[in-house]
């Protein structure tokens, strides 16, 4: 535009004409200038890092073919490599498995209106709130089956889990029944007292045999708010995690290889899954260290 010849008097506008017309600083067109006149794009700015983008992209690669879990987004990526002492930054991971076609399928969201749930469910220590829920899956012999899962609202560790044909209230308390074996010592009156359960409005929640087992344990029932799941989220969260990792990658012939995988894998998941909100620590250990600190004061 600056080589453009005034109709008026036949000689060019000129850049200083041209770019106080456009409210550009001379300095940017000649910067822009510049930069088309180079033969490739430029580097990026900082200093050089230890590690090239190929040499990281290895790594990266080496680190998705070992992890045990599927779907992972660079977050756990950038976690794990920082524990091998591989440093670099959440947004180079990001950009790299982007560019290598690295990342996982995700949804797109939709946008939600006013919730009757706006606070926090999670606790400052485990055993003070649970969560329950269930899902369904099919298996090839014998159809359908229900999931029942039991979540620690503070570790998001998987406290008990179980599977079933018939899903109704008494199979439902199976994974409460393994929760208080495994993390209250027995299985006796009131020997969960001052703990919470957090549970939907489902007819096996709350029967009255589920509310009578839980009142015999002296677990306080917690029901979320009617039409807001967000309030049993911590069991909603670790469900997607469960489809994702095993139920939606794995087929089942029988309800009872469905139940020994499940067992089987909340104990990769406890051990080996990472929680971002916990500083990228599985859920077993972020448990060792707060029940050490509990102990220690």
């Known amino acids: 535009m600056s080589r453009t010849l005034s109709p008026s008097t036949k000689k060019p506008y000129g850049v200083r ?30 200093p050089r890092t230890k590690y090239t983008d190929a040499v990281l992209l290895e790594h990266i690669r080496e680190d998705l073919s070992q992890t045990q879990f599927v779907g992972e987004g660079h977050r756990k990526v950038w976690a794990r490599l920082r524990h091998k002492d591989i440093r670099t930054s959440k947004a180079r991971t990001l950009r790299l498995m982007r560019d290598a076609n ?21 606790t400052a220590m485990p055993d003070e709130m649970w969560g329950t829920d269930a899902t369904s899956v099919f298996t090839r012999v014998e159809g359908y089956a229900t999931v029942f899962v039991a979540v620690d ?57 589920f509310q009578s087992e839980l009142s015999f344990l002296g677990i306080e029932s917690s029901p979320a708010f009617v039409r807001s799941p967000e309030g049993n989220g911590c069991s909603e969260r670790f469900i997607r995690t469960l489809k994702e990792q095993l139920l939606w990658v794995r087929v089942f012939d029988t309800v009872e290889e469905l139940r020994l995988a499940l067992l089987a894998w909340i ?5 080996h899954w990472l929680v971002e909100r916990h500083g990228h620590r599985a859920p077993a250990t972020v448990r060792k260290a707060l029940v050490a600190t509990q102990q220690a004061a």
Do not use: W
């Not at 041209?18 to 990026?44: D, I, N, Q």
């Open 17 to 46: 004409l041209v770019v106080s017309e456009l409210g550009v600083p001379r300095s940017t067109f000649y910067a822009a200038r510049k930069r088309a006149a180079l033969p490739t794009a430029p580097a990026r700015r900082g």
């Open 102 to 122: 690295l990342l996982a399928p995700t949804r797109q969201g939709r946008v939600l209106g006013p919730r009757s749930h706006d606070g926090t469910i999670t």
């Open 153 to 209: 609202h503070c570790t998001s560790e998987a406290i008990g889990i179980h599977a079933s044909k018939i899903g109704d209230r008494f199979e439902a308390l199976e994974p409460i029944r393994q929760g208080v074996r495994a993390h209250f010592g027995g299985y006796d009156a009131a020997v969960a007292y001052g703990l919470k359960l957090r549970h939907d409005h489902g007819s096996q929640y709350m029967s009255d045999a």
């Open 267 to 271: 104990k990769t998941y406890n051990e």
